[in-house]
Nanobody
Framework: QLQLVESGGGLVQPGGSLRLSCAASGFTLDYYAIAWFRQAPGKEREGVSCISSSNVRTYYANFGKGRFTISRVNAKNSVYLQIDSLKPEDTAVYYC????????????????WGQGTQVTVSS
């Protein structure tokens, strides 16, 4: 009953943009830190971004700085990831995760995970 659902992925050409959504049901995100992870075929899962429960702190992987923007709208019980200037190497399944504590690059620290949304960047 407690779920995170990602949406907004799809096929886009290099240089394009996508806005991924992470919506919670069964609980409210107000007091959770929310992170985005991604996993490409044959690769390890890697952290992408995180936003604190207070909406004060945000974190980005080096590959995402200047291209990725994380935001939250608690009234909609949702968190978003705007991705600009997409590159083929951004192709992956993107997951959102919620932690009752603070942001962490360690996925084991998160209490809830979504099922992922596929992002494919190809010409």
């Amino acid at each position: 009953q407690l779920q995170l659902v990602e949406s907004g992925g799809g096929l886009v050409q290099p240089g394009g943009s996508l806005r991924l959504s992470c919506a919670a049901s069964g609980f409210t995100l107000d007091y959770y830190a929310i992170a985005w992870f991604r996993q490409a075929p044959g690769k390890e899962r890697e952290g992408v971004s995180c936003i604190s429960s207070s909406n004060v702190r945000t974190y980005y992987a080096n590959f995402g700085k200047g291209r990725f923007t994380i935001s939250r709208v608690n009234a909609k019980n949702s968190v978003y990831l705007q991705i600009d200037s997409l590159k083929p190497e951004d192709t992956a399944v993107y997951y959102c995760a919620a932690a009752r504590s603070s942001c962490s690059k360690n996925g084991e620290r998160y209490d809830y995970w979504g099922q992922g949304t596929q992002v494919t960047v190809s010409s």
